[in-house]
């Protein structure tokens, strides 16, 4: 039985549009000692099932075709609203998408985990639903490279948060939430030049190149992120 960081069996919740791939990854994780909790097509069922079955990790999709539907539901929702309001069950994303800024949206929407369907095999698969429940981020080595920067390198910078300002470490976990300055300063109630000044000082004691690294590196390390109104 493959069991969390508390010891308790792992459940795990499925939102996958493809009936043969969702039931494929039931059996897979099942047949490797955890509980599929649920197993849904669409988000609303997904969320609702979600409410009331309790799971440790979310397996989601990102796109969602729905039969005699020409809308597809978007799974960066989904990821969304289980950061906001389930925070206790973490996401790990399984799509098909491999384009970093796919990813990046991911984590700054409360991913703990990303999954390429074109490069993982059912063990990955496995492997990578145990860490994230034991309470691990995977962040797929590519994102990183692609901004230039190797994953080593961003996690070698871990100490360097020991050296972030209580306030500094508030606004990185804003921008790890996906807020933008304005937001950061009117809930910090502090003026937006003061954030540009953090955000400064933040850049030179971790040292990303943009943001949107500065946000994924924020996911890496653990910072807390709020939840934003």
């Known amino acids: ?7 308790q069996e792992i459940r795990v919740a499925l939102l ?14 099942e047949g490797a000692g955890m509980k599929v909790v649920a197993r849904c097509s669409d988000t609303q069922s997904f969320l609702s099932q979600v409410r009331s079955a309790a799971p440790h990790v979310a397996l989601v999709d990102l796109r969602l075709e729905r039969p005699g539907r020409s809308t597809v539901e978007d799974g960066l929702v989904v990821l969304k609203y289980l950061h906001d309001f389930h925070p206790q069950v973490r996401s790990l994303v399984l799509s098909g998408h491999h384009e970093a800024e796919v990813m990046e949206r991911c984590f700054q929407a409360g991913a703990a985990g990303y999954l390429c ?17 034991r309470g691990e981020r995977l962040l797929p080595v ?3 490279q692609s901004h230039g920067t190797r994953l080593e390198d961003l996690t070698s910078t871990a100490p360097a948060l020991s050296r972030l300002t209580l306030r500094e470490r508030e606004v990185l976990g804003y921008v790890a939430a996906g807020a933008d300055n304005l ?42 992120r709020p939840v934003l109104a």
Do not use: F, W
């Not at 039985?1 to 010891?7: K, L, P």
């Not at 003026?191 to 924020?218: C, D, F, M, S, W």
């Open 1 to 7: 039985m493959e069991v969390n960081a508390a010891g």
């Open 16 to 29: 996958e549009d493809q009936i043969l791939v969702r039931e494929s990854l039931e059996a897979l994780l």
């Open 117 to 133: 369907k074109l490069n993982v095999g059912c063990d990955d698969v496995v492997r990578a639903v145990g860490r994230v429940a």
């Open 142 to 144: 590519e994102m990183l």
């Open 183 to 224: 937001k950061i300063a009117v809930h910090l109630g502090i003026t937006e030049r003061t954030v540009k000044a953090h955000l400064t000082n933040i850049y030179r004691k971790l040292g990303p190149e943009n943001r949107a690294q500065l946000a994924v590196l924020a996911c890496e390390l653990g910072v807390p």
